[in-house]
């Protein structure tokens, strides 16, 4: 489905009979501390709730009007002598009742979300997409028949009415137009979604939620699970490692059976629109030229030697081995700190840093914690990962985490608050223009992580500290661009192929090594049952392609930070006012006053250098070390 061919309905950015009926606190514990459960009571009360089914049924009923009042007639509304005013209605109604749907929506996907195990979530997530499904098809026609308009008539009331305030919305759809099908065949893709792409998508989402994995004796869901690779004791880690691997083996034929259904779904998909390379949709949602991906690709490849392959190899040295195991790449360096981080202290770290860059910043990320718009414990069921889901612009964003107290965690909630506060200042665009392309939106949220890290380092109060901050920095920028641009290496592959026929369960584990080999470099062993880890990855399932985003968005912070570094006064405004944009500027647009430009060749170079110029600085204080050890020994 294109990405704004139809309704746009809010989707995450990437990751309990709880909802609330009033505006008081929720929250669990983890320890002694409590942590934030998100209250829905903005959305909706319950599922039960009168106000959702007035809202269904209003907008089936507006769903049927629109359709019987404008299909086959906006030629006509175009033409009319009010210079594009009546066609600027429609499309206000258009804009209202997408609102409302997404309202809808976006409460079912967040009580899913927030537990995919409860049959009766499950039920009312499915019931509700089937319903969105049905009222958002009698809508079909409104995009389709807006692309079919004379081009310079709608230039023309553009200009001369408030049509105008709409021309992003409808400059996007005209992209689209070369892969627009007819209308029929629009609508059985849109309604076959369900029965289609969604339940393979769902069926993902709750055979990861009931895997349960045996590690020392305990049985453990998959976000604890995968939380043990970051422990400080080597055995937890391998063991995890191996439950995994072993869990992923017995299930790897659904695995399989799901991937290869995806991809041919897709394939199919494109082949009908006419797209020519597997990623092409995705470069279309994204508003990003193929070029522009491909030269971003082939510079994080040609770097793989300069950053990850270098890095890792002083990490086994800091470990004390020659080669570190696939399950020590995320492992405590022996200086880093072992508390484990409260959320107090998570929060106020965040919005000190988001204060210290823009009071207005921070303001807005503190409405999260304030107003309950944060889901952050740990729970059987809930959703792995972390996200920030837009909703829609008449309520706010919502924030999921499984917040377990590592450093790391911190980092993901001040990335996930960059997404936030984006959506919360996107807002004033509208339904139709406040949703942004992944790779600016991986921006904000990249940048929320670097303002959260300089503070940190700032205050560190030793050298040992220091280089475990950088270290861990570096770890997570391999992990944001090397990691994702193997991924999408693999995505790549696996789409590739299929175009040929299905892909064994081997063949899957073959293409997964080889782009891991390349990417992480000598001093990483891969076992054999790391073969299978491409299985849990959400994104491949979710969002295919989405991945190059969060490299495009870490490099682009990369330069765009350097540019903070050095400017004068009114940075943040110009910062503030490039998200306030929404979807209503294209990249190159948005970066213009920050002197930056993502198409020029070397760009991309600049933000891989950054990455460089810390695994540098490492380097030196090692070898600063093995100076001082010597002059000791003489």
């Known amino acids: 489905m294109l990405p704004t061919l139809f309704a746009r309905f809010p989707e995450p950015v990437f990751a309990a009979s709880h909802a609330a009926k009033s505006k008081e606190k929720h929250s669990v514990t983890m320890g002694a501390e409590a942590l934030p459960v998100w209250n829905l009571g903005d959305l909706y009360d319950a599922p039960e709730s009168p106000a959702l089914k007035r809202d269904l049924a209003t907008a089936e009923q507006a769903a049927e009007?629109?359709?019987?009042?404008?299909?086959?007639?906006?030629?006509?509304?175009?033409?009319?002598?009010?210079?594009?005013?009546?066609?600027?209605?429609?499309?206000?109604?258009?804009?209202?009742?997408?609102?409302?749907?997404?309202?809808?929506?976006?409460?079912?996907?967040l009580l899913y979300a927030a537990d995919t195990a409860d049959p009766k979530r499950q039920k009312f997530f499915g019931d509700i997409q089937e319903k969105i499904t049905a009222i958002s098809s009698k809508l079909l026609f409104f995009p389709l028949e807006l692309n079919r308009l004379d081009d310079a008539a709608l230039d023309k009331a553009m200009t001369s009415s408030t049509l105008g305030h709409y021309r992003p919305?409808?400059?996007?759809?005209?992209?689209?137009?070369?892969?627009?099908?007819?209308?029929?065949?629009?609508?059985?893709?849109?309604?076959?979604?369900?029965?289609?792409?969604?339940?393979?998508?769902?069926?993902?989402?709750e055979t990861m939620t009931s895997l349960r994995f045996e590690?020392?004796?305990?049985?453990?869901?998959?976000?604890?699970?995968?939380?043990?690779l970051l422990d400080a004791d080597e055995k937890?880690?391998?063991?995890?490692?191996?439950?995994?691997?072993?869990?992923?083996?017995?299930?790897?034929?659904?695995?399989?059976?799901?991937?290869?259904?995806?991809?041919?779904?897709?394939e199919i998909s494109d082949r009908w629109r006419g797209f020519e390379d597997v990623a092409d949709s995705r470069h279309l949602a994204n508003r990003v030229e193929r070029d522009v991906v491909d030269a971003l690709v082939a510079a994080v490849r040609d770097a793989y030697p300069r950053l990850s392959h270098r890095y890792y190899a002083m990490k086994a040295k800091w470990l004390g081995k020659k080669t570190l195991m696939y399950w020590d790449r995320n492992a405590p360096l022996p200086e880093e700190p072992k508390q484990v981080i409260g959320w107090d202290k998570a929060q106020e770290t965040v919005l000190t840093a988001y204060?210290?860059?823009?009071?207005?910043?921070?303001?807005?990320?503190?409405?999260?914690?304030?107003?309950?718009?944060?889901d952050a414990p740990?729970?059987?069921?809930?959703?792995?990962?972390?996200?920030?889901?837009?909703?829609?612009?008449?309520?706010?964003?919502?924030?999921?985490?499984?917040?377990?107290?590592?450093?790391?965690?911190?980092?993901?909630?001040?990335?996930?608050?960059?997404?936030?506060?984006?959506?919360?200042?996107?807002?004033?665009?509208?339904?139709?223009?406040?949703?942004?392309?992944?790779?600016?939106?991986?921006?904000?949220?990249?940048?929320?992580?670097?303002?959260?890290f300089k503070k940190l380092l700032d205050q560190a109060p030793s050298k040992r500290e220091r280089r475990a901050l950088l270290a861990a920095k570096v770890e997570d920028m391999l992990n944001t661009v090397v990691r994702q641009i193997a991924f999408y290496s693999f995505e790549r592959n696996v789409h590739a192929e299929r175009r040929d026929g299905e892909l064994t369960s081997e063949r899957l584990g073959e293409i997964w090594m080889d782009v891991q080999r390349e990417s992480l470099g000598p001093a990483i062993e891969l076992k054999p049952e790391y073969e299978t880890f491409w299985a849990y990855i959400p994104h491949?399932?979710?969002?295919?392609?989405?991945?190059?985003?969060?490299?495009?968005?870490?490099?682009?912070?990369?330069?765009?930070?350097?540019?903070?570094?050095?400017?004068?006064?009114?940075?943040?405004?110009?910062?503030?006012?490039?998200?306030?944009?929404?979807?209503?500027?294209?990249?190159k647009e948005l970066?213009?006053?920050?002197?930056?430009?993502?198409?020029e060749p070397h760009f991309w170079s600049m933000g891989l250098k950054v990455i460089e110029g810390l695994i540098d600085e490492l380097e030196a204080m090692d070898d600063k070390d093995s100076d001082g050890k010597k002059s000791a020994e003489a």
């Open 236 to 266: 937890k880690r391998k063991h995890a490692a191996k439950a995994l691997g072993k869990v992923f083996k017995d299930n790897i034929r659904l695995f399989t059976l799901i991937t290869n259904t995806l991809a041919k779904d897709k």
């Open 355 to 374: 204060g210290n860059f823009s009071p207005r910043m921070a303001d807005i990320a503190g409405r999260f914690f304030a107003e309950g718009w944060i």
């Open 378 to 452: 740990v729970r059987e069921g809930k959703q792995q990962g972390a996200f920030s889901h837009p909703t829609v612009p008449s309520a706010h964003p919502y924030i999921l985490l499984n917040y377990q107290g590592k450093p790391r965690d911190v980092m993901t909630l001040a990335h996930e608050l960059g997404h936030g506060v984006h959506q919360v200042l996107a807002n004033k665009q509208g339904p139709l223009m406040a949703p942004t392309p992944l790779t600016l939106a991986e921006t904000a949220s990249v940048f929320g992580e670097m303002l959260t």
């Open 540 to 587: 491949f399932i979710h969002a295919p392609f989405y991945v190059y985003a969060y490299a495009f968005g870490d490099c682009l912070v990369n330069s765009l930070y350097a540019v903070y570094e050095k400017a004068d006064e009114g940075f943040a405004e110009r910062y503030l006012d490039m998200l306030a944009a929404g979807g209503t500027k294209h990249h």
């Open 591 to 599: 970066l213009k006053p920050f002197g930056l430009d993502a198409s």
């Open 169 to 205: 919305w409808l400059e996007d759809l005209r992209k689209e137009k070369p892969y627009q099908l007819e209308d029929r065949l629009e609508q059985l893709f849109h309604e076959k979604a369900v029965s289609g792409r969604g339940a393979w998508d769902r069926l993902f989402n």
């Open 65 to 109: 009007a629109m359709h019987e009042r404008y299909a086959g007639k906006l030629a006509v509304l175009l033409d009319a002598g009010e210079g594009g005013e009546a066609l600027t209605q429609a499309v206000r109604e258009y804009e209202s009742l997408n609102d409302v749907l997404g309202r809808v929506v976006s409460y079912a996907s």
């Open 215 to 228: 590690v020392d004796g305990k049985t453990l869901s998959l976000e604890p699970t995968l939380n043990l």
